[in-house]
């Protein structure tokens, strides 16, 4: 098995961002986001969800709610053949080391999985998300799917998010990691 992943945010990355997602009937996959998937996991890359799910500190829904959802999102890849590693969730507000842009849902995959984040890469639309790849190590990818167009404002504030690429969508950021490793 490979030690490369690509960490996908789930949110605005591959399902359509609904704010806080309770419910698998919420779930619908993003456009290209099966070939996309498909693509990198032909291409030897392990597939592997980190999202933050802060709606079931705040009380807005359960974590039997987020797994419901999951379970949804690997129904409708695993139509099209594209199988995840493995799904990690955060369920907290803050103050916690798996709370994106902290690297405890990365350092669990690299625990569990043996994936080596410096030889990784991770896809999302939010700056806590390219935080996550500068706190493990990996390049980060901000897509300009669901929040990312807004993150892109935020980077303008110089926090120090700095993403290596900046895709309109997980086809792009596809192609780039496809590019970049020849």
Not at 65 to 76: F, G, I, K, T, Y
Not at 85 to 111: F, N, Q, T, W
Not at 163 to 171: F, G, K, L
Request: net charge negative; aromatic share 6%; hydrophobic share 40%.
């Amino acid at each position: 098995m490979t030690d490369r992943a690509i960490f996908l945010d789930r949110d605005g990355t591959v399902i359509e961002e609904v704010g806080y997602l309770h419910s698998p009937e919420q779930v619908s996959l993003l456009d290209n986001a099966v070939e996309a998937l498909a693509r990198l996991m032909d291409a030897g890359f392990r597939l592997v969800v980190v999202t933050n799910q802060s709606g079931v500190a705040r009380g807005m829904f359960t974590a039997a709610d987020v797994e419901a959802a999951n379970s949804r999102m690997v129904e409708l890849f695993d139509k099209h053949d594209v199988v995840f590693d493995a799904i990690y969730y955060c369920p907290h507000l803050e103050g916690c080391d798996c709370r994106k842009p902290s690297g405890g849902m990365v350092k669990r995959a690299a625990e569990e999985l043996g994936v080596d984040p410096g030889k990784s890469y991770v896809v999302g639309d939010r700056l806590s998300d390219m935080g996550l790849a500068l706190n493990t190590g990996a390049r980060g990818i901000l897509v300009l799917t669901g929040y990312g167009k807004e993150a892109i404002k935020e980077l303008e504030r110089d926090n120090g998010y700095e993403p290596h690429h900046i895709a309109e969508d997980i086809s792009a950021a596809a192609d780039w990691i496809l590019e970049t490793e020849g």
